[in-house]
């Protein structure tokens, strides 16, 4: 599948929980046995038929893998981006009914995909911005319940075969915190599992800065970022511009300041082609949006695409260890 088909058929188709230091911010008994007694002989041995073996399922490793986008999760959902909590949780139900398991962007990029159980199909959850409805904790490091984190966390506990992991873009103050609330945050949330990812320091239109000023806003965040946890090694676009030297995405910076991104994530706005896919490009990496604006219905949104990729042999499908992969087209039609 070559680029272009895959590009046009996308032209086709508040938490309640107080944190010191932050404020909202716009758009990981034994058991007994018994004895057989002296005066009987003991029974005769049973012999039961050993289970079959599960039938080995076979996979499409260049079926595509859906990459969703998301802002905030507000329960005034206004803006275009905005999803609500109860709408958040919906998606998960239907993540998880249809069979999709959550990875990292980072696993994506690096084709780290063996988590992935037979059966099922990668999914990466993303979140832009660092808004305090993605993620808060408060003073004993306990994460708001109606936050994003907080709604997948107690899905997890419901469904621990769909683990609570994501990757979150974050700015110069990460979901609305500065200072130690800040570095705790980013510690809390890396330890959750999830990836910390790049967003710059401060958002904005990288086609209007100079060279220079792109890898100061890239390092300085990366620096900033790996004070604290491992330094960001992928990056999400804002605005979804590309600045005019496209190299200074992948590396730049020096010292506290370096950075190299494996991964570079873009706006929309259709499935990404499959990491083994000669399609994948791990520098321009497509995004669903995913909203509740017009009851999430709109043409290239979450819902419109997961009805698509339901059809046989477009999505990735991960297989056993005994079976064959197999290759479907990969191409889910727009209509």
């Excluded at 599960?54 to 802002?71: D, E, K, S, T």
């Excluded at 999803?83 to 994506?108: C, G, N, Q, S």
């Excluded at 890396?190 to 000023?213: F, K, V, W, Y």
Aim: aromatic fraction near 6%.
């Amino acid at each position: 599948m070559r680029r272009r088909d895959f590009l046009g058929l996308a032209a086709a188709a508040g938490v309640g929980v107080a944190t010191a230091g932050c404020a909202d911010i716009p758009a990981d008994a034994e058991p007994v046995i018994a004895t057989n007694s002296p005066r009987h002989s003991p029974p005769p041995a049973r012999t039961t038929a050993s289970k079959p073996a599960p039938a080995p399922v076979r996979g499409n490793q260049l079926g595509v893998v859906p990459v969703l986008m998301h802002h905030r999760v507000v329960p005034d959902a206004t803006g275009e981006y905005d999803m609500t909590p109860a709408f958040f949780r919906a998606e998960l139900e239907r993540l998880h009914r249809e069979k999709y398991f959550p990875i990292r962007t980072i696993d994506l990029v690096r084709r780290n995909l063996s988590a992935v159980p037979a059966g099922r199909t990668p999914v990466v959850l993303t979140f832009d911005d660092g808004s305090p409805s993605q993620f808060a904790i408060d003073s004993a490091a306990r994460v708001a319940p109606d936050c994003a984190v907080g709604i997948m966390l107690d899905f997890h506990a419901e469904h621990p075969d769909f683990p609570a992991v994501a990757s979150f873009y974050v700015n110069r103050n990460p979901f609305g915190c500065t200072g130690r609330d800040a570095d705790r945050a980013l510690a809390t949330l890396h330890t959750l599992g999830c990836e910390i990812g790049n967003h710059t320091m401060d958002h904005p239109n990288l086609r209007t800065l100079s060279d220079a000023q792109v890898r100061a806003q890239i390092g300085d965040l990366a620096g900033f970022v790996g004070r604290v946890v491992p330094r960001p090694r992928t990056f999400a676009l804002p605005l979804g511009v590309r600045p005019r030297n496209r190299s200074t995405l992948v590396t730049g910076g020096s010292g506290s300041s370096r950075y190299r991104n494996e991964g570079v994530l873009l706006v929309g706005a259709n499935p990404c082609p499959s990491p083994y896919h000669r399609d994948f490009d791990p520098m321009a990496i497509p995004r669903i949006r995913c909203s509740s604006r017009d009851g999430g219905t709109g043409q290239l949104e979450l819902d419109h695409w997961l009805d698509r990729l339901a059809r046989p042999g477009v999505r990735y499908v991960a297989a056993s260890d005994r079976a064959g992969v197999g290759g479907g087209s990969g191409r889910p039609s727009a209509g």
